[in-house]
């Protein structure tokens, strides 16, 4: 599906998606789900349906396990000389993950879609290799490559103890976003500190931030609640546990699209911030030959045509639009 991207406010009134498949189609994965609605204010009629259906998921794996035996999934994954194994954070519609099955001694299939897969299999092809990518926590993620576990992170921040580029594949766009329902107008924070007290701001634990940002924030004095990712962040908006949060535009926006929440993005943007597959530091070889096909993909036109085929705007443009 293509979702065209108008760079402008979003606000999008959530509809009751009901009981039953349809109403939860358009979430990826019913855990996951369930997980964020957990301690909403009030009950939903989302979070009724959810949570039976997460129970009886769950009862049913529960019995199947108890009479076949199933055994227990496992991350990790075996290197070899023509893989590279990438670990990334559920982030649509960058880097969503697929239902995989499980392999023969019980690993689970490691499978995902969206456009930053898309685009590190391509240039792991062309540097010579295959592309594995498994979804975890974020900072688990992230350390699971510092031990050297995992060969790469996929959209990450340039980190010293990571080497990543000059290349980059997609940009986080650091954009306020608010309830639609927020009387909040203006990504000034000193401005909303001064008509509304008690504003709580939301970031993601792990995530590198602009030090312009984070100074920004601490002179307004806003109190910090931390997610564990941006979607986790994006539910703690919707459900009125934070005011404002920060998160990227362009994956806010297709989320909104796709799952009916009412947010509503301040512009223009703060900043933006290029992400990298950035690689465990003793990768060197497989890092150049991944950046050299990024780069040989960019002068091509496929990193454009990839973004273009999910939603509708070239990278080029995401690159240096300013809203």
């Known amino acids: 599906m293509t979702v065209n991207f108008d760079m402008r406010s979003v606000s999008v009134t959530p509809k009751s998606p009901g009981c039953g498949l349809a109403g939860l189609t358009r979430f990826s994965r019913v855990s996951r789900v369930s997980r964020l609605f957990r301690g909403n204010r009030g009950s939903t009629q989302a979070g009724r349906c959810l949570s039976v259906t997460a129970s009886l998921v769950f009862s049913f794996v529960f019995w199947l396990g108890c009479l076949g035996g199933l055994a227990a999934p496992s991350v990790a994954v075996a290197q070899s000389n023509k893989t590279i194994r990438y670990c990334y954070n559920e982030w649509p519609p960058y880097s969503i993950p697929t239902e995989g099955g499980y392999e023969s001694d019980g690993s689970q299939k490691a499978r995902a879609r ?157 900043s933006f911030d290029p992400l990298f597959p950035s690689f465990h530091p003793d990768r060197v070889k497989m890092q150049r030959q991944v950046n050299r096909a990024l780069e040989e993909m960019t002068r091509d036109g496929s990193l454009d045509e990839i973004y273009r085929a999910e939603i509708g705007v070239p990278f080029s443009d995401v690159g240096q639009y300013r809203p």
């Open 114 to 270: 969206g456009i930053s897969v898309e685009v590190m299999t391509e240039a792991s092809r062309r540097a010579g290799y295959e592309a594995i990518f498994i979804e975890l926590p974020w900072k688990r993620c992230l350390q699971s490559v510092r031990n050297g576990e995992l060969d790469a992170v996929l959209d990450a921040a340039a980190r010293d103890d990571f080497i990543q580029g000059p290349a980059y594949n997609s940009i986080y766009t650091n954009t306020f976003w608010v309830h639609g329902y927020s009387e909040i107008s203006s990504p000034d924070l000193a401005a909303i500190v001064e008509k509304q007290t008690g504003v709580l701001m939301g970031l993601v634990d792990g995530y590198v931030y602009p030090e312009n940002l984070l100074a920004e924030i601490g002179a307004a004095h806003l109190e910090v609640d931390y997610a564990v990712d941006d979607l986790a962040n994006l539910y703690k908006l919707f459900q009125g546990r934070v005011n404002i949060i920060v998160a990227d535009f362009v994956s806010t926006f297709y989320y909104n699209a796709h799952n009916d929440l009412s947010l509503r993005a301040l512009q223009p943007a703060h």
